[in-house]
């Protein structure tokens, strides 16, 4: 048997490691298999290069590590596609919170960071929950809630404290109009959307 180490481009979450490892696992003469995101260890009996090679991309994943630039317009699209998810689930949370406070529990007498701090952790599971419901399609449950929990925090974070802060400076407090929702969902999706773009292109395509 012999063994041979690919660095592995396009991979980004377990799902990933797990497309790869089924891909690979098909081809006649493979042994043992290590596969993490970013690599593939594979021990092999006569397998040749090209058949392995062609696993690998086949399975949509690329050789190497790609080179990064900010000038590819599918990567703008999917990384968009992401946020878009993510805003839907930060906001069930989020603006769910802001108002309950608002409508139904007027008189708690907490303060607006404290309600602020409150919904963005709600933001934070509705949107882990949302992600796990779409990776079901591709993924068991807990694959699927592993991987939404992997997922980038500092994107999530930064959604929702764009979101919050363009609340308070438009209405000076934690409240939802009609003129302010709007423009907490363009903050929240403008200010992650390139760090999402920068995630993907440098480590992989997306999961869902």
Sequence with gaps: METVTYEVGGMSCQGCVTNLTNALQKVDGI?????????????HDGVS??????????????????????????????????????LIGCSIGDLGTIAYFQFVWT??????????????????????????????????????????????????????????????????GAMLTLQVIIPMWIAGFLTPWPYNYWRLKKYGIACH
């Design 31 to 43: 042994g043992e298999l290590q596969v993490e995101v970013g690599q593939a260890v594979i021990e």
């Design 49 to 86: 290069t090209e058949t392995l090679e062609a696993a690998i991309t086949g399975a949509g994943f690329t050789i190497g590590e790609p080179e990064f630039h900010w000038r590819d317009g599918s990567v703008w699209g999917q990384s968009a596609y992401n946020t878009m998810w993510c």
């Design 107 to 172: 008189d708690s007498g907490w303060s607006t960071m404290a309600i602020m701090m409150l919904a963005i952790m709600n933001g934070l599971l509705t949107s882990i929950a949302l992600e796990t419901v779409i990776l079901l399609k591709q993924l068991p449950f807990q694959d699927a809630l592993r991987t939404a929990m992997g997922m980038s925090l500092i994107s999530m974070i930064a959604m929702e404290a764009a979101m919050n802060v363009t609340d308070v400076i438009l209405t000076g």
